[in-house]
């Protein structure tokens, strides 16, 4: 700030200045009043610094802002972010954390209170009431009061989350190409069709690289909506459920890699002794070639048991009444496999899945199940939204 202006702001904050602060969406006024040396040896010692400098502040009622106390260059300083005090964004009234290896929630603005959640890395969720030293906040299902030293809100907020967010784009168009390169000249790799999402791996103005599944390629910008996602505080029953669930996985996983260093398991693809069983499935060599495609579309960068899961989740669906009864008709599902209908299929159909993916397929129809009776599965869940679940490599396997 220049010489000049800094003279003429302190000028003003020497007769009468109001300040407006935004503390998400509450506006604090905050004013030095110019009192005669009568009226100023009326004011009390707790209501000035001990420069004199105090301005009078004053509560912001909704959201019950504790009174603070700026001196004039306070004041300055925070006029230069300019930014920050009108800020009116997609994160107003919100925040956003990125602590290792997570905070604690507490029922109380006190650390001796009980704890009643946690919340990890990238997360978010909206501000309830802050203040200077404790704000209560809530966020997925667990709300209570966390140290305002470590959050970010509004503005600031806003910032973290496009450094730290999950990022992904919504087709906007009826279909869309997705493209080899930044180029519309460039080959087409796959078409999505309106309201699917993809994880974004760079943005741009005019191409967005997005993953789809198959692989990479670009979209054109203008035909996709980009957002952010971010997790939310988990409770501590929820937590415990997360732990229980993980034991479960690990115990599954454990199991399934037993089988597969079972030599006639490998080579004949009969059901290994130990394995978790349902009842086969019986499929012509065309319904078992799609499934194993299908699989390599959902998970050929998975591992081995995802691609179990992958499989199974397919024929559980086969086998419900809910869902159609043949192999074809689960996959081809209007809303279901986005790759079914992208392209993604067609490619894989065309030059064949890899072994593993196969050999999954092949397993899952001879009635080895790793996942028991789920019928869902995706890369990211909210699995406050669910009733039961567990995770495998980079998927979610979920019941609603």
Not at 106 to 116: F, G, N
Not at 220 to 235: K, Q, R, T
Request: proline share 3%; aromatic share 8%; glycine share 8%.
């Amino acid at each position: 700030m220049g010489k000049k202006l800094r003279n003429v702001m302190l000028h003003m904050i020497g007769t009468v200045m109001t300040v407006s602060l935004m503390f998400g969406n509450a506006v604090c006024v905050f004013a030095e009043e110019t009192k005669s040396e009568e009226t100023a040896t009326a004011v009390s010692d707790a209501e000035m610094t001990p420069n004199s400098e105090k301005l009078v502040s004053q509560k912001a009622p909704e959201v019950g802002l504790k009174n603070v106390t700026l001196n004039n260059t306070d004041v300055l300083n925070n006029l230069v972010g300019v930014t920050r005090l009108f800020y009116n964004g997609e994160f107003s009234g919100k925040f956003v954390v990125n602590t290792e290896p997570y905070l604690e929630i507490y029922s109380a603005d006190s650390i001796e209170s009980e704890v009643a959640g946690k919340i990890y890395p990238a997360s978010s969720g909206v501000v309830e009431e802050w203040g200077p030293e404790w704000t209560k906040v809530s966020s997925g299902n667990v709300t209570g009061y966390i140290s305002t030293k470590d959050i970010s809100i509004g503005y600031d907020a806003e910032k973290l989350a496009k450094e730290i967010g999950h990022h992904k784009v919504t087709v906007t168009a009826d279909s869309l190409n997705i493209r080899q390169e930044a180029d519309t000249g460039s080959e087409v790799l796959a078409t999505a069709i309106q309201s699917e999402s993809f994880p974004v791996v760079e943005s741009g103005e005019e191409w967005t690289r997005i993953d789809f599944g198959s692989g990479e390629g670009f979209v054109a910008s203008e035909y996709v909506e980009e957002s952010i996602e971010l997790d939310e505080a988990i409770s501590i029953a929820e937590e415990e459920e997360r732990a229980a669930a993980a034991e479960e996985t690990a115990a599954l996983a454990a199991e399934t890699q037993t089988n597969e260093k079972t030599a006639d398991s490998e080579s004949s693809g009969k059901t290994a002794e130990n394995a978790p069983v349902s009842s086969p499935v019986s499929a012509g060599s065309d319904e078992a070639y799609l499934l194993a495609c299908m699989v390599h579309v959902e998970s050929c960068g998975e591992p081995y048991e995802g691609q179990l899961a992958v499989a199974n989740v397919i024929l559980n669906r086969v086998r419900d009444p809910r869902f159609d009864n043949t192999i074809a008709g689960v996959i081809y599902a209007p809303g279901q496999f986005p790759g079914a209908h992208n392209g993604a299929l067609d490619n894989v159909l065309a030059s064949g899945p890899n072994e593993s993916c196969m050999q999954a397929a092949q397993e899952a129809l001879a009635g080895v199940n790793n996942i028991g009776a789920y019928y869902y599965f995706n890369g990211y869940v909210d699995t406050s939204s669910v009733s039961e679940y567990f995770v495998i490599g980079g998927h979610t396997f979920y019941n609603y």
